[in-house]
């Protein structure tokens, strides 16, 4: 929910838009009002239970393994802070600050549903360094997405209570330096909060909101870029009518179909060749919606799992205050996540799997009719040969990152973790992907604007001329040789930035 362009968090109603508003453009970020009496009830509980001596997981016993050694009172608080910094073993790159600010705002939703037993102030706390702009620096490696993202979110936690690192305006600070600069006062854990803090799925479900969103808007770049491709090569938009899809009445592939369609519309150069000779494409560029489509319909299951993931309770155990029970169970095993972030990998992986093969396609005269390598001074010229080549190697990079983790597990904590997602390696597979399948599109993009260009003065449809102009502007028409790497590096820029698929819809409509 949205109070005065504050985003209020009651642990129920998030949304992957909210999540991307609060990582991308530093939206801020409260707690509604109705979720504060199920914070406080179940805080409250937890505080009973300490009172009257009984022995509960997590509250007053030691964890994993060493579940059954019991905590006596004045040690509770030790025992949070031993665990936040026991846990802080990650390692490699930290997470950008884009993707730490959905992990923050996601352990901060999880919290909120009051079923943790945390403090309200320290959910308020966690939020206080997202507004401020006080963003832990997290590595990136070190979870097995069971018990949740331990490591990771351990390194979250620690500058909540002044240790740690965290980037603050740029720099990189000690937490406690961090903390200073923004005028925030670290704050002391209490009994089940370290705990708290890093039991669940927060990192990998942040990662995998970041790149779905950016997935989403590839598809319709990599619609666009197939289009651009048929209607340079003279393919025929006949394979996209709808009567055929309407047969087949998968949601993905009709959007693709109906985008192609929308893309090739009035296009000279497809009205050029109506009579001419060929009776089909190669599969390539005939079953952009169906390849396409599924890619997309795999973005929904995909959608629809971190949907639910996002406002899900994940913490163990959970503290149910109406029936005064405090229940272990496992919602911090990352598998639902795990399963999604390897589909979506592979999704994305089968983009660039036929962008390459359209952009092979135009550089083929006995496919596209024009130049081969699209160049007129072959031999003295290798025209844009290589770029076919570039893009071949990032597919089948690809292929080795597609490969499942989920499949994967290796047991924790003497055997008693016996079985774990990897939800947190497959969540940062998706990323490598998500980048060689944009570089992938952008080759095709270069190509197809380049084959464009040995059709005029006769001209393509008029989203696919948009594109072309937009592109046009940063990456001139190829007449001799040069470094390439530049005009790949300025598209997967525009493409990023979502500039041109802005670009398109700004003349011929929102695609699907």
Known sequence: MNRNNVILLDGESLTLDNVEQIALNNAAVGISPKAINK?????QFIEEIIKTGEIVYGVNTGFGALSSVNIPENQIEELQLNLIRSHACGIGDFFS?????????????????????????????????????????????????????????????????GEGKAEYQGKTYSGNEALKKAGIEPISLKAKEGLSL????????????????????????????????????????????????????????????????????????????????KVQDPYSIRCIPQVHGASKDTFDYVEKILGIEINAGTDNPLVFAETKEVLSGGNFHGQPIALAMDFLGIALAELANISERRTDKALAPMFSGLPIFLTESTGLNSGLMITQYTAAALVSENKMYATPNSIDSIPTSCDKEDHVSMGTN??????????????????????????????????PGKGIQKAYNTIRHKVPKVVDDRVFHYDIEEIYKLIDSDFILKEVESVIGELE
């Open 426 to 459: 497959a969540a940062r597979k998706v990323m490598h992907i998500l980048k060689n399948t944009s570089y992938v599109i952008s080759i095709e993009l270069l190509c197809g604007c380049q084959a464009l260009d040995y059709c005029l003065p006769t001209l």
């Open 97 to 161: 600050t884009k993707t730490t600010r959905a992990i923050m705002v996601l352990r901060a939703n999880t919290l909120t549903k009051g079923y943790s037993g945390v403090r309200l102030e320290l959910i308020e706390k966690l939020l206080e360094l997202l507004n401020k702009g006080v963003h832990p620096l997290i590595p990136s490696k070190g979870s097995v997405g069971a018990s949740g993202d331990l490591a990771p979110l351990a390194h979250l936690s620690l500058v909540l209570i």
């Open 198 to 277: 890093i039991n669940g799925t927060q990192v990998m479900t942040a990662m995998g909101v970041m790149y779905l969103k950016k997935a989403q808007r590839l598809g319709k770049v990599a619609d666009i870029a197939g289009a651009m491709t048929l209607d340079a090569i003279k393919g025929t938009p006949k394979a996209c009518y709808p009567q055929i899809h309407a047969l087949r009445p998968h949601t993905g592939q009709i959007k693709s179909a109906n985008n192609i369609i929308k893309l090739t519309n009035d296009s000279q150069i497809i009205a050029s060749h109506v009579t001419c000779p």
């Open 39 to 43: 914070i406080k009830a179940s805080r």
